[in-house]
């Protein structure tokens, strides 16, 4: 309800989970600096507990704007009352490639429009050999995985991985909001993963994880409706749990997508058996496929914030 919507605020901070009193004047998250990301929760707290607990007024709370972000790349705190932002517009890019983009040194991009032709470009998943995680928003992995922004260049050596990326922007862009992925995939598993991977890339190549997201294609349909099962060969529309992040990418910077089947242990492994993972000991190696044509536009919807002191950025639209 409204009365109810209107007692909520949310904090995006740039840190790890339950670091957020960690951030420092030059605040390192993984290997990438942040900035100055400090933020004087505790007044923020103590307002809560003072309007919710003891029913009393507070003025702290009562100025709070509903959203509190910080834009990396910017790096700065940035206030709204709505998420998106006010001046949010969709930007819509399409995969394409001469169908192969595994590992960095492929042909993978991200275009203005949808290819005429499809020319999937094809992996193979061995649920032995899984994607590690490498950073993102990972917690209590005991010495497993670190939290954070790494260059993933070391991981986009792999052929398992597919990687997407646009030219270089040509003016300062913000991306502050969800971003959505749509893949069209097959595979010849009768169940399999599909994961996205969101990367800031540098002139100079470092590529630094933003966030990531997975689909489990037996749950495509929804986690309420009956398990859908996979036919071989068959060419599904999976759309992913939207991602949301704030970074803003300067003149030369691009963006990047990274398409695989694992993201492990962030994300537990699917056997691709179709079966009760948590207790089989064997899988199977499934041979998966991302298609991108005009019959088959996969594509990544961004959320990009233009304000007025900002460059002007040609985009392409949703």
């Not at 909001?177 to 995939?185: A, K, R, S």
């Not at 409706?225 to 970074?247: D, F, H």
Request: charged share 20%; glycine share 8%; with cysteine.
């Amino acid at each position: 309800s409204p009365a109810i919507a209107d007692e909520q605020w949310a904090i995006i901070a740039p840190v790890a989970h339950c670091a957020y009193t960690r951030a420092t004047a030059d605040t390192i998250v993984g290997e990438r600096s942040m900035g100055d990301a400090r933020l004087d929760y505790n007044e923020i707290v103590y307002g809560f507990f003072d309007r919710f607990l003891k029913g009393e007024r507070n003025t702290q709370i009562a100025s709070l704007p509903k959203v509190t972000y910080y834009t990396m790349g910017m790096n700065k705190w940035q206030t709204s009352d709505t998420w998106p932002p006010p001046g949010a517009q969709q930007a819509t890019f399409y995969l394409a490639s001469g169908g192969r983009a595994n590992t960095l040194n492929g042909d993978g991009a991200l275009a203005a429009s949808a290819p005429d032709a499809d020319k999937p470009d094809a992996f193979t998943y061995d649920p032995t050999n899984p994607v590690l995680s490498y950073g993102g928003n990972v917690c209590c992995t005991g010495n497993a995985v670190q939290a954070g922004a790494f260059d993933q260049r070391r991981m986009e050596a792999r052929d398992d991985i597919l990687v997407y990326t646009t030219e270089p922007f040509k003016g300062g862009t913000e991306l502050s909001g969800p971003i959505v992925p749509t893949l069209y995939v097959s595979s010849d598993a009768k169940d399999t993963d599909f994961t996205v991977k969101v990367l800031d890339v540098y002139p100079d190549g470092r590529a630094y994880n933003l966030d990531e997201s997975i689909q489990r294609l037996r749950y495509r349909d929804g986690y309420d409706k009956p398990l859908a099962w996979m036919e071989s060969g068959k060419v599904y529309k999976v759309a992913l749990q939207p991602l949301n992040t704030s970074n803003y990418f300067p003149a030369g910077h691009r963006l990047r997508i990274e398409v695989s089947s694992s993201n492990f242990p962030r994300f537990d492994r699917n056997l691709n058996t179709g079966g009760n993972n948590y207790d089989e000991s064997r899988g199977v190696v499934a041979h998966n496929a991302v298609h991108h044509s005009k019959q088959y536009p996969s594509q990544l919807t961004i959320t990009v914030v233009k304000r007025g002191a900002a460059p002007s950025q040609a985009l392409p639209q949703k």
